[in-house]
């Protein structure tokens, strides 16, 4: 079987690059060939069990969607997109990756033609919701983006169903939670501070939390986000029907609710490195953010969210830093 | 105040050039210049009491829709589309017209700059609803449409509504219920049986029922739709918020009150000329059609659907009779 990542550069594209490389199969298939593409070079997983391919290109630009699917993979993960913040300041650049990168992968697949019908499993975002919000919101809520990047994957979505519906690939879109604890340096994104008064702690940093414990907000860890993109992989097409797009599971926890959990893991002195230092702009746009949803019809495919917050914890500290932390 | 009307030579978009014509002000501005474009010359409307300007071109040809926006025309109705059968068998021509035309148009208004900022009254479809549905479609419900069309209609509210939120233009989308009855001649559409059975007997010619008279659907009168996009168009955009696409109310009835409310306004001889020929295609086409909507949201901005089904009747024939039929 071959397989693409487009966005294998990037940190959800990388581990599961790992992943597959460490399972050597997907969806009860053997892995031959795997590609990687990204906007920069994608660093390929030592000791993979087949061939890896690794190509800096930009899919929105004309006539590289079609080399990347000439091969015809059966699989391809479309995770690349300029992020939220970046799609909100540069309105052009956003929707050249997001929406116009997208539909040309899309064109570049139906094109391809005689009887080729790729899996795509494209990663939308929560983004698409916008508040109001119900307590829990349903499978069936509408979709009123506030920013640019949630409008950008909201059309995704509707043109991987239509293309879907119309035979020309075999889509399923999930929508991430925030994943947490994301790994590497803080940075300057709104969601930051989730992953931050965590991360941080752990390896002896401060961390600013900008907002009130009682913030409430839909996690899962990357471990759970990647084993997501490899079950959408696997599902049964026919029976998904042509409601393509589904709410991944998360954990709705409060941000009390993290530190808590933090403080059970890791200990008090670990806890004591948080720095309460509240942020009006910040209070303000986490505000407008989704905080639970019910996730009904990915629970009946089987999707499972991480089951504690705790849990997530110590998955970031198997992965990213070795099982241990500074006490 | 300048008006431009994209789509004027098509049904709505000429009934609302007549309606503009008579009345001479639009939102209570007197309007001074009116252009109409479409991709067929449209016909100006007689004695307006403005300046009237019509022009035959494409708006999805580069260059176009920058043309029609260079006077910086205040209030924008933008009807145009390749219709639901028509954008199922060509894709790329329904993608290029409904979508890249639609794109293309907010481009060109957001390129003119300098506080250009129009209202832009947009007229989507329920067709960006897809079955299985609810008794009623309540506002907050999502978008899953079964045709590239309804795609299409969708995508162009999702961007209709960023346009606005960024501060390019000042966008209102309304989703028609079907328009009936609609003028002019029986034609091969799925959903033409719901005017034709009115239409038809009323000038004396036999139609054809494919349908249960159980079936139900939810219809406005052309001039109850022309209403709704001349009520848009005055609508207090930062009332309105950030949710700028609205269903419009419609009225729900079955096609058995369809055929009584003829029976009631024109006499049994007229309702004898409806023959009864059952076809499982069209069956199965409108058993996937919406039936009823709760539009609280365009109820509370002061859309009104039509009264009855004897008052869409009445209305054609005074319309488009002359205020006689053949009894």
């Known amino acids: 079987m071959q397989i693409l990542i487009i966005g294998g550069a990037g940190m959800i594209g990388a581990k599961l690059a790992r992943r597959l490389a460490q399972e050597g199969q997907?969806?009860?298939?053997?892995?031959?060939?795997?590609t990687l593409a990204d906007w920069v070079q994608p660093f390929a997983p030592e000791n993979a069990p087949f061939a890896i391919k690794a190509t800096a290109l930009d899919v929105a630009a004309p006539g590289n969607a079609e080399k990347l699917v000439a091969d015809r993979p059966e699989v391809i993960f479309h995770l690349a997109a300029i992020v939220s913040g970046e799609a909100e300041t540069d309105f052009d650049k956003g929707y050249r990756t997001n929406l116009d990168g997208t539909r040309m992968l899309f064109e570049a697949i139906r094109r391809v033609g005689h009887?080729?019908?790729?899996?795509?499993?494209?990663?939308?975002?929560?983004?698409?919701?916008?508040?109001?919000?119900?307590?829990?919101?349903?499978?069936?809520?509408?979709?009123?983006?506030?920013?640019?990047?949630?409008?950008?994957?909201?059309?995704s979505e509707l043109l991987l169903s239509d293309y879907t519906r119309r035979g020309f690939m075999d889509g399923v879109g999930i929508r991430l939670p925030t994943v947490c604890v994301r790994p590497g340096k803080p940075n300057l994104a709104a969601s930051g501070f989730?992953?931050?008064?965590?991360?941080?702690?752990?390896?002896?940093?401060?961390?600013?939390?900008?907002?009130?414990?009682?913030?409430?907000?839909?996690?899962?860890?990357?471990?759970?986000?990647?084993?997501?993109?490899?079950?959408?992989?696997?599902?049964?097409?026919?029976?998904?029907?042509?409601?393509?797009?589904?709410?991944?599971?998360?954990?709705?926890?409060?941000?009390?609710?993290?530190?808590?959990?933090?403080?059970?893991?890791?200990g008090k002195a670990v806890v004591a490195r948080i720095r309460r230092q509240p942020d009006e702009t910040i209070m303000r746009i986490v505000a407008g953010w989704p905080r639970n949803f019910a996730p009904e019809r990915a629970l009946e495919l089987g999707f499972r969210a991480d089951p504690s917050?705790?849990?997530?914890?110590?998955?970031?500290?198997?992965?990213e830093l070795g099982g241990t932390w500074v006490k």
């Open 26 to 34: 997907l969806a009860g298939k053997t892995i031959t060939h795997l």
């Open 115 to 155: 009887g080729y019908r790729p899996r795509v499993v494209f990663t939308s975002s929560i983004a698409v919701f916008g508040a109001p919000f119900p307590d829990a919101i349903p499978d069936d809520f509408f979709h009123t983006p506030l920013t640019s990047y949630g409008t950008q994957k909201a059309i």
């Open 194 to 266: 989730f992953s931050n008064i965590i991360r941080e702690p752990l390896t002896g940093h401060e961390a600013v939390l900008p907002v009130a414990e009682d913030v409430r907000h839909w996690h899962a860890s990357p471990r759970t986000a990647v084993g997501f993109l490899i079950h959408a992989a696997g599902l049964d097409g026919v029976a998904l029907g042509p409601r393509r797009n589904l709410t991944m599971p998360g954990l709705s926890v409060t941000v009390g609710e993290q530190i808590a959990a933090l403080g059970k893991v890791a």
């Open 309 to 319: 917050f705790k849990e997530i914890i110590r998955i970031h500290i198997e992965d």
